[in-house]
Structure formats: structure tokens, C-alpha cells
């Protein structure tokens, strides 16, 4: 189904085939194709989304908005697909590691990757949950939050928006708390106390994490001390409740999460080609949100797996921005034009015609498929005949376009040898207000999208 072809990106601008602009030919006949394959399941909406997570015992200690439910993995192994817990379930973009801790929970054997160190860490200092010396935690959390301020005489990374976020004072203090949590022996206690930390950055600050960026907002910020206080106690409670209800402290089941990339799976996941039941996932959305600026400040504050600050400067963040998934406006490297799906084609050729309000959305859609096609190709890999692929995802809509995702990663799917057997609509979301004034109210399908691997 996909034909290589090499030609240049810039073929995107010189397009030899005519095009018509307004007449959705192809994504018509897309929509016409896929139709006996979708079911809506509006209740499932909740479930896709992170926030009933935020009161969820571990799940919540880190609000990860990007993430889905719990309750969404539970569901689909469970009762979906009813696999028995010695299936070996994958997620590719794990995040703040919601399938991996959900297997961990259910007794099923996880792996995941992410790409971003800080969720790698949220993942796992979550999945270290039955590890921990509660009265150990306890101690260290009254050292730390008795210690006395003093000013560190550090600074933090040099990014534009460290100085919009926080005053001096509650910059400094970010730093004094880092170095004192780096001060503990005991690795699991540093790394407890240090998300802790992190998930504070938030309230402490004068942002907020909605929309494609980091949004400066005017409220007063909380004071530091109360929030990672707050925090603190939470994890702890947690911790206390779920050891009243265990009697045997151990790892139900191994959930591993490392850092890497899923357009070119770490040579360490090969011994696992083949063997994979299950793939519950959510990739990047084509939304332009670009993570690397949502979670900027946590990214300057903490420490990488080497011990060193994960983000030194500006560059640094640049070059993890440029590592993410073509999800966003600044993705690099250009596309290639290898993914030839005419109904790619077909809506990059209708905004051709369209006065964009960045000319760089076209570049992001034909990157994001074909980064999604590498991402399939290694998918396909890692499964078992008949192996079973959950995936979440939502369409977009640009100056009026709309981009069939679910449908379009369906196509490209097929040609690494996985059918699309369902695809359930969970949410319609709205569009933006400029979008509708000037094209109208279109729902955009937000579905999760099942592929199975042929048996054959
Ligand atoms: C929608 S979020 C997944 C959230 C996850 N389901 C959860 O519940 O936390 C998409 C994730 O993809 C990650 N990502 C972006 N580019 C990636 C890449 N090339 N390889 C692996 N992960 C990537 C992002 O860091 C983000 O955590």
C-alpha cells in the first residue's frame, strides 16, 4: 500500500499532481471504508483522559495531563481482551507509565519507553511503589521539611520562562530542597522526595500546563513549603493504605520503563520481538503540543539517570525538543515524503490554499505519519501473531482540514501487517473559536483504535 518514493520535502510546495482544494475525495472515501468499523462509546470518554487518575492512590502523584486512565488499561486487558497474566504487555510512549503501572497492579508483565526523562522518572518512582521503607520515607520527609532556607547561590539553567515562572526567592528555594534531597543515601528516598519536588512545580509557580504550551497565568503561587508538604503527605498516605490492605510486600509483576526512543526501538527490547500479547499506548497527539515546553521547568530542575542536570541550557531543551515525535511545529528533521497515503496528500495539498497561521503545519503533518509509520513498522515487530493493539488518539483540524488520524494510522498499520478490527469513538472535541468563526462547528473524533496482528 505504501509506495516509496524519494522525493525532497519541498516537493510538498511544487506538488506535480493538480489539486483540487474543498473536495475531500479521498478522505471521504476513508471515512466510507472505515465506517462499519467504528462504534461510539461516549462512556469511555472519562477514561480517556488523566483525570481520574489525579485521586488515584500512586497514579496521581505526578499530574501527567497528557496521560489516560487507569481504568482504560484495566478495562481493555480485562474485560476486552481477557488476557491471562502471563501475556507480556508493551506501551511504546508510556508516559507517566499508566499501562505499565496498571499491569503492574493486575499481575501482568509490562514494558514500556518514553522518550522524556521526566517521565521516565515519574514512571519510575510510581512503579517502585511496594519498595519503599515507609518509616524511612517518613523520617526523610521531616528532615527535609524542617530544614532551615539558605539562599544556595546556584542558578538555574538559562531559560526564558524559569524567570516568568517563579520569583528569585522560590527559584533559589527549588534549589536549595534538590540539593538537600541529593544529600540522602538512600537512592529510592531521593527519588521518592525528588518527585515529590517536582510535582510542586506547578502550584509553586505562576504557570500553567494547558493548551500546546506552558501558560504564564495570573494567580498568586502557593508557597513552596506548603505544597511539597502537601505532597509528601499524600505519597505517604498512599503508601500507608496500601500496605494495610497487602500482606505480602513484593512486585506483583515486573514492569520495566526505560528511556528511549519508539521510531527506533532500544537494541535491549529485541530479546522480547514476537512475544508481545498487548499494546495499550497513546502517542503524541498531531496537536502541535510540544512536551519539552509543558514540562520545561521540571526538565531544568531535575537531575538525568547519569546524576548530571538533565537540561544545562537552552540547547539542551532544543535538542530534546527536536527528539520528540513530529507531534509539534518546531519537529525536525524535515519529512521525507515516504509515507504516500493519498489522503495526506489530499489535505496537504487543501491547505496549500489556505493562509496558515504557522507555514510550518504542513512539515508537522507529513513528519508526524511518517514517524508514526516507523513507530507501526516496530510495533508490528515487537507482537506476537495475533497480538492486540490499543491505541488512543485524536483527530485534527487545521484552517478547516480535517486530518483523519485514526483512519490514516490505520492505512499505514495495514502495511505492517495489522488490521484494524474496531475503532471505538470515545469524545468529540470542539474546535478552536477562530476555527469555528470562520469554517464552521465540526466535532473532532477522539477514538481508541484497535489493530490485531495477523496470526499468519
Ligand atoms: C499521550 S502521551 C502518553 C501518556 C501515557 N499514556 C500516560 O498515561 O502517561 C505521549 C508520550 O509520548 C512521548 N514521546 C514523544 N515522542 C516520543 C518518541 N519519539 N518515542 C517515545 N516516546 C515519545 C511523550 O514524552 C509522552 O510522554
Redo the contacts with the bound molecule.
Keep these: 500500500m505504501l509506495e516509496p518514493r524519494n522525493t525532497l520535502q519541498l516537493d510538498l510546495f511544487n506538488l506535480e499532481e493538480p489539486f483540487d482544494s474543498g473536495v475531500a475525495t479521498e478522505r471521504s472515501s476513508l471515512e466510507a471504508r472505515y465506517q462499519p468499523l467504528m462504534r461510539e462509546d461516549l462512556r469511555l470518554g472519562k477514561l480517556v483522559t488523566y483525570v481520574s487518575n489525579k485521586s488515584e492512590p500512586v497514579f496521581g502523584w505526578f499530574r501527567?495531563k497528557?496521560?489516560?486512565s487507569r481504568y482504560l488499561v484495566d478495562h481493555i486487558l480485562k474485560k476486552e481482551w481477557q488476557l491471562t497474566q502471563e501475556h507480556l504487555v508493551f506501551d511504546?510512549?508510556?508516559?507517566?507509565?499508566?499501562?505499565l503501572l496498571a499491569c503492574q497492579y493486575m499481575g501482568y508483565p509490562a514494558l514500556g519507553?518514553?522518550?522524556?526523562p521526566i517521565?521516565i522518572f515519574i514512571a519510575k518512582v510510581k512503579l517502585a511503589h511496594f519498595a519503599y521503607d515507609i518509616p524511612a520515607l517518613e523520617e526523610a520527609t521531616e528532615q527535609l521539611l524542617s530544614r532551615e532556607y539558605t539562599p544556595t547561590g546556584k542558578s538555574w539553567p538559562k531559560v526564558q520562562i524559569v524567570d516568568l515562572a517563579f520569583s528569585r526567592e522560590v527559584q533559589d528555594k527549588l534549589l536549595f530542597y534538590r540539593d538537600r534531597i541529593q544529600e540522602f543515601d538512600d537512592h529510592l528516598v531521593r527519588d521518592f522526595l525528588m518527585l515529590a519536588l517536582l510535582a510542586s512545580v506547578e502550584e509553586a509557580s505562576a504557570t500553567s500546563k494547558d493548551g500546546q504550551f506552558l501558560r504564564i497565568v495570573d494567580r498568586p503561587p502557593k508557597a513552596l513549603e506548603f505544597v511539597l508538604a502537601a505532597n509528601l503527605n499524600r505519597m505517604l498516605g498512599d503508601l500507608r493504605s496500601e500496605r494495610l490492605g497487602t500482606t505480602q510486600l513484593e512486585e506483583k509483576a515486573k514492569a520495566i520503563i526505560s528511556l528511549?526512543?519508539?521510531?527506533r526501538l532500544p537494541g535491549e527490547l529485541s530479546v522480547h520481538q514476537g512475544r508481545v500479547s498487548g499494546v495499550v499506548?497513546?502517542?503524541?497527539y498531531l496537536n502541535r503540543y510540544d512536551?519539552s515546553r509543558t514540562y520545561a521547568l521540571e526538565l531544568c530542575l531535575m537531575y538525568g539517570e547519569d546524576g548530571n542536570p538533565c537540561v544545562r541550557d537552552f540547547d539542551d531543551l532544543k535538542s530534546l525538543r527536536h527528539s520528540?515525535?513530529r507531534s509539534h511545529i518546531e519537529s525536525k528533521p524535515a519529512p521525507t515524503n515516504l509515507v504516500q497515503v493519498p489522503a495526506i496528500r489530499e489535505v496537504l495539498n487543501a491547505l496549500r490554499l489556505k493562509r496558515l497561521n504557522n507555514a510550518r503545519i504542513p512539515i508537522m503533518i507529513e513528519g508526524y505519519f511518517e514517524d508514526m509509520n516507523l513507530v507501526l513498522e516496530g510495533l508490528s515487530r515487537m507482537l506476537m501473531p495475533g497480538g492486540r493493539v490499543a491505541l488512543v488518539v485524536a483527530n485534527a483540524r487545521f484552517e478547516g482540514e480535517m486530518v483523519p488520524t485514526d483512519l490514516i494510522l490505520s492505512e499505514i498499520a495495514a502495511s505492517h501487517g495489522l488490521e484494524t478490527t474496531e475503532i471505538r469513538i470515545t469524545r468529540y472535541k470542539g474546535n478552536s473559536s477562530q476555527q469555528m468563526g470562520r469554517y464552521g462547528r465540526v466535532p473532532v473524533r477522539e477514538s481508541i483504535v484497535f489493530w490485531q496482528k495477523s496470526r499468519s
Design positions: 501527567y497528557e496521560g489516560f511504546p510512549f508510556a508516559g507517566c507509565g499508566t499501562t519507553i518514553d522518550i522524556m517521565a528511549g526512543d519508539a521510531r499506548t497513546s502517542p503524541p512536551y520528540l515525535l
